[in-house]
């Protein structure tokens, strides 16, 4: 069977893009797996699929894949991308376009200059709704680790933008270890439903680079959900005042978080590379 899809990427975290309002396909893990190769498939950070709504009073249902087949609750990148897809297609003609995932719901609104902004929802702080194994809410955690046979300790805020993240604050994000820190944190039993783990190194009280090592995937070009992540981390933390610059290895996001309860505010942009069709 052939099936219609686009290659797309916000600041390099790429996509499989899959209509499947127009097109009918069962989507396993192990076809996910499979187009996500780089050599033997399409190639993709995640696969995001847009189907119709099943709740009311929303435009679409946004489904997302990690790259391992696992099905994730939230892309900040992907739901930029997503927006831009259901309007080149013609699915709707709207510049506010609300979506359900698989833990909420998300409201994208498309810029005249086409940046996307996401309205990403409150970030989610209480350790068991994140989920986090911790006795008590806190802004950082103590987290062990053992790194080769060495126990070592490292300092970290936890924090869900509907999937769940680790922030660890670095003096400079080039020589973090993002590569070697990024996968024992990720699979840390503190983070039962593993996590995103971010590195963050802030500039200023408006700027911050940061490196993610995704949940599924590995280090990726750029994370969106990261990035409000490692936002509303610093903040806590005292050290940011909004809006923040997030400098990923792919390009810019503008991110703000005005205090606890108040949405994050994601705003970037989103493009199309080509259109394909795959044997599945
Ligand atoms: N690239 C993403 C996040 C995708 C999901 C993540 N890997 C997870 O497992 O939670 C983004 O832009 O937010």
Same mark, same amino acid.
């Given at each position: 069977?052939?099936?219609?899809?686009?290659?797309?990427?916000g600041l390099g975290n790429d996509?499989?893009?899959?209509?499947? %309002?127009?097109?009918?396909?069962?989507?396993?893990?192990?076809? $996910?797996?499979?187009? =996500?190769?780089?050599?033997?498939?399409?190639?993709?950070?995640?696969?995001?699929?847009?189907?119709?709504?099943?709740?009311?009073d929303v435009d679409f249902c946004?489904?997302?894949?990690?790259?391992? #087949?696992?099905?994730?609750?939230?892309?900040g990148n992907g739901a930029r991308?997503? +927006?831009?897809? %259901?309007?080149?297609?013609?699915?709707?003609?709207?510049?506010?376009?609300?979506?359900?995932?698989?833990? #909420?719901?998300?409201?994208?609104?498309?810029?005249?200059?086409?940046?996307?902004? $996401?309205?990403?929802?409150?970030?989610?702080?209480?350790?068991?709704?994140?989920?986090?194994?911790?006795?008590?809410?806190?802004?950082?955690?103590?987290?062990?680790?053992?790194?080769?046979?060495?126990?070592?300790?490292?300092?970290?805020?936890?924090?869900?933008?509907?999937?769940?993240?680790?922030?660890?604050?670095?003096?400079?994000?080039?020589? !973090?270890?993002? *590569?070697?820190?990024?996968?024992?944190?990720?699979?840390?039993?503190?983070?039962?439903?593993? /996590?995103?783990?971010?590195?963050?190194?802030?500039?200023?009280?408006?700027?911050?680079?940061?490196?993610?090592?995704?949940? =599924?995937? #590995? *280090?990726?070009?750029?994370?969106?959900?990261? +990035?409000? +992540? /490692?936002?509303? /981390? #610093? /903040?806590?933390?005292?050290?940011?005042?909004?809006?923040?610059?997030?400098?990923?290895?792919?390009?810019?996001?503008?991110?703000?978080?005005?205090?606890?309860?108040?949405?994050?505010?994601?705003?970037?942009? !989103?493009?199309? %590379?080509?259109?394909?069709? %795959?044997?599945?």
């Open positions: 069977m052939l099936v219609r899809f686009t290659k797309m990427h996509f499989m893009v899959l209509d499947l %309002v127009t097109q009918r396909i069962k989507v396993t893990p192990k076809l $996910v797996k499979k187009l =996500g190769d780089r050599h033997l498939g399409v190639g993709f950070d995640q696969l995001l699929i847009v189907e119709p709504p099943t709740e009311p946004y489904r997302i894949f990690n790259q391992d #087949g696992s099905e994730v609750e939230n892309c991308c997503f +927006a831009k897809f %259901v309007r080149d297609k013609r699915l709707t003609g709207k510049t506010n376009i609300t979506v359900q995932t698989a833990n #909420g719901r998300a409201q994208l609104k498309v810029h005249p200059d086409k940046k996307v902004e $996401v309205d990403m929802g409150a970030p989610v702080l209480r350790p068991a709704d994140i989920p986090f194994v911790a006795n008590q809410q806190a802004v950082t955690y103590a987290v062990d680790l053992n790194v080769n046979g060495e126990t070592k300790t490292v300092e970290l805020s936890a924090i869900s933008m509907g999937n769940p993240h680790g922030v660890l604050l670095v003096d400079d994000t080039e020589s !973090a270890p993002v *590569e070697t820190l990024g996968p024992l944190l990720e699979t840390h039993p503190q983070f039962p439903a593993k /996590a995103n783990i971010g590195f963050m190194q802030v500039i200023n009280r408006h700027e911050v680079n940061l490196r993610v090592f995704e949940r =599924g995937v #590995g *280090e990726t070009q750029a994370c969106g959900t990261g +990035a409000c +992540a /490692a936002v509303v /981390a #610093g /903040a806590l933390r005292g050290k940011l005042d909004m809006p923040v610059t997030v400098h990923l290895p792919g390009g810019d996001l503008q991110v703000e978080w005005r205090g606890e309860g108040q949405p994050v505010i994601m705003t970037g942009p !989103a493009t199309t %590379v080509f259109e394909g069709q %795959v044997f599945i």
